[in-house]
């Protein structure tokens, strides 16, 4: 195995430097840069082509989740480990859904994280050892039971992009920055969205999504 080539992203100073300083006893990992919110993150993962990144879900300008759709969604090699301190399945489902090969509490050992990068590196998933696999299960079967979750499934991935960026609050001009796209093509996707959701408003979609778990209000909060 060659050097692992990691990117710290992280809103907080004192996180970042601990993980530094972590890797630093590691022959065969190399951190190659920091980011400190999701826009950050996302530039320097198209500039510095880490191998691997170590992602907060929560961060300001864009959150976690959006950081990883648009990781893969540009075909970026990189792979994706989520570190947070949210434990709930929701989360886990979401993060591995949008192509995240790892997710480590901040409450894990540092062995946790050190093994999921190194699984990332060889494209294998990892779970934190103080998560249990019964989250996910848990999830799946509520999935399944729960025929709401339908409409959102009929929705293309851009959709699904539009309509979690439109929960979280974000205006058509932001969204539009965020996916590189012009505010008329983000106003025909959010009209799509609602007609094939039952929706008339911007409360009725943040409404729909906290209900079926594709935003919950505290994910946003660190």
Partial sequence: MGTIKILIADDHAIVRDGLRQLFSDQKDLEVIGEAEDGKQALEKVK?????????????????????????????????????SMHSKE???????????????LKASPSSDILEAIRAAYRGEYFLSSKLRTEVICAYAKRRKSNPVLG????????????????????????IGEILCVSPKTVEKHRTSIMNKLGVHDRLGLMKYAIKIGVVDPDLWED
């Avoid at 864009?62 to 090699?77: A, D, F, Q």
């Avoid at 409409?151 to 058509?172: I, K, P």
């Fill in 90 to 104: 929701t989360y886990v489902q979401q993060v591995l859904a949008a192509g995240a090969l790892g997710y480590v």
């Fill in 47 to 83: 500039v510095l082509h880490p191998d691997v990144i170590l992602l907060d879900i929560a961060m300001p300008q864009l959150n976690g989740l959006e950081v990883i759709s648009l990781i893969k969604e540009s075909v970026l090699k990189t792979q994706i480990v989520v570190l």
């Fill in 151 to 174: 409409g959102y499934d009929l929705l293309s991935e851009r959709e699904q992009q539009v309509f979690r960026l439109v929960a979280q609050g974000n205006s058509t001009g932001q």
